[in-house]
């Protein structure tokens, strides 16, 4: 079993920036991938960023292309998103999620663990 836990949301203006973190447990770090999702209200989880176990493969929603980066530290069991220029059709919950396979990163059902998620809001 995995424990992962975000933290690093909040409010912000339009064109603003945060990073969000995401802590993992229970099971060595680099044995899975790693992605980011989002929900905003009324609407599906949706894919923004994934990364794979060593950092060298990474997938960005093209809604977010250009604006989000995510990284990851391995030695320190994290999985970062730095989001940039933000608008307010980012706002919504951001989960992590780990895949211990090797399927499609940007589908929701590749991934076996998920946090409780961080919300983002960001102000017209």
């Known amino acids: 079993q995995v424990q992962l836990v975000e933290s690093g949301g909040g409010l912000v203006q339009t064109g603003g920036s945060l990073r969000l973190s995401c802590a993992a447990s229970g099971r060595t770090f680099s044995n899975y991938a790693m992605g980011w999702f989002r929900q905003a209200p009324g609407k599906e989880r949706e894919f923004a960023a994934a990364?794979?176990?060593?950092?060298?493969?990474?997938y960005v929603a093209d809604s977010v292309k250009g604006r989000f980066t995510i990284s990851r530290d391995n030695a320190k069991n994290t999985v970062y998103l730095q989001m940039n220029s933000l608008k307010p059709e980012d706002t919504a919950v951001y989960y992590c999620a780990g895949s211990g396979g090797y399927a499609t990163p940007t589908s929701l059902a590749t991934y076996d663990w998920w946090g409780r998620g961080t919300q983002v809001t960001v102000s017209s």
């Open positions: 990364i794979s176990r060593g950092g060298s493969a990474i």
